[in-house]
């Protein structure tokens, strides 16, 4: 630990050091030019680069200056497509040791100066498995600094071998789940998966069907609510099966986010629909965080995920007699609940406590 504080002083001084020198950026990239030219391939792509070759290219990588990126609050964005960097080379580290292990590093997010300069070269790419780049001997790992700044599958809380057990497995797939938000529009349903640019769902096959019943869960989908994917337009999302967006969500080879509310109205609606199809003699599935898991979207499972090491499983979409508000989940043995947004809790009765989901989260770290 003692030699990442230290690599991490030597790359923000080195940053900070530069201040707005003009010179001592061109001096920082014309050095890194150099070192790469050694064994330059051919990888960037011109600004007039077609947008399905970008696609393509971020699969394996592609070189691009930390300028070309846009941040969002825990990550990047390159034309659209949610990216990692990695291979990033600061020249000016003297230590060799210390820059050769920065350069080996993925990363999620910015975690020190260092990627925060925009003069700085990096590599950026879309598919874990196979990013590459000059230099690199051997495939790139996680930067533990990233995963703990985004909390990466709830990383701060976890003890020294689960954070190396969730080090190893980094999913790309997972974190942009979790910041869906950030990286795509909320106001619409879309599909965006490494190397293929970001869809609007309703735009695929978009005279197919609009209502059906779901092949995972057996839901009979209603109309007129954007609820359903047919096999026309769940093949382009990996599926072979007419779905429902939940089930597309959680089974599609890429990212599928959910507009908005639509998500949880959905799984509201079905949670009522599948308990309303149990016979009344049938005694109810007991509470289980993986049943919790399988109703909910996506954007609720990091949640579900960190409650589940510290509670027992909630009812879910309990209503209150007399109000019009809904907890998304509760505890009534506990009389305490967690909410989608600010307006949700003030429709629901005194008494109880009552949180956001986005404030649980922050309070969990």
């Keep these: 630990m003692g030699r990442w504080i230290r690599h991490l002083e030597a790359l923000t001084q080195v940053v900070s050091g530069m201040g707005t020198s003009r010179e001592a950026q061109a001096d920082s990239v014309a050095e890194q030019e150099t070192v790469d030219d050694a064994d330059a391939i051919e990888t960037g792509a011109a600004p007039d680069t077609p947008a399905d070759s970008i696609e393509q290219a971020l699969i394996q990588g592609m070189e691009v200056k930390l300028g070309d990126l846009q941040p969002t609050r825990h ?12 291979a990033v080379d600061v020249a000016m580290v003297e230590d060799v040791q210390v820059r050769r292990e920065f350069f080996q590093r993925i990363h999620l997010t910015s975690c ?9 070269v ?101 109309p007129g609510q954007d609820w359903f994917v047919p096999v026309e337009r769940g093949l382009v999302l990996g599926l072979s099966l007419d779905a429902c967006v939940l089930c597309a969500q959680q089974q599609a080879m890429g990212v599928l986010t959910l507009a908005d509310t639509s998500a949880l109205d959905a799984s509201q609606a079905r949670c009522t629909a599948l308990a309303e199809r149990l016979p009344s003699a049938e005694p109810e599935e007991p509470r289980s965080w993986s049943w919790v898991r399988r109703q909910l979207p996506l954007a609720w499972h990091p949640l579900c995920e960190q409650l589940e090491r510290r509670l027992s499983a909630p009812d879910l979409f309990h209503h209150f007699a007399g109000y019009e508000g809904v907890a998304v989940l509760a ?17 629901l009765p005194e008494g109880w406590d009552f949180w956001t989901m986005r404030s649980v989260l922050e309070s969990l770290g």
């Design 75 to 86: 990550g990047w964005l390159y034309r659209g497509n949610p990216v990692m960097v990695y």
């Design 112 to 120: 020190c100066g260092a990627l925060e300069d925009p003069a700085q």
């Design 122 to 222: 990096v590599w950026i790419g879309t598919a874990r498995d196979a990013l590459a780049a000059p230099g690199l001997d051997t495939a790139p790992h996680a930067c533990e600094y990233c995963l703990a700044k985004v909390n990466h599958r709830g990383f701060r809380s976890l003890g020294p071998r689960d954070r190396s057990r969730v080090a190893g497995a980094l999913s790309f797939h997972w974190h942009v789940n979790q910041y869906a938000d950030e990286y795509f529009p909320a106001s619409e349903t879309t599909f965006w998966g490494p190397g293929k640019p970001v869809q609007p769902l309703r735009r695929i096959a978009p005279d197919a069907a609009d209502s059906g019943t779901c092949g995972f869960c057996s839901w009979q989908v209603p």
């Design 331 to 347: 505890w009534p043995e506990h009389r305490r609940g967690i909410v989608a947004t600010e307006e949700d809790r003030a429709k």
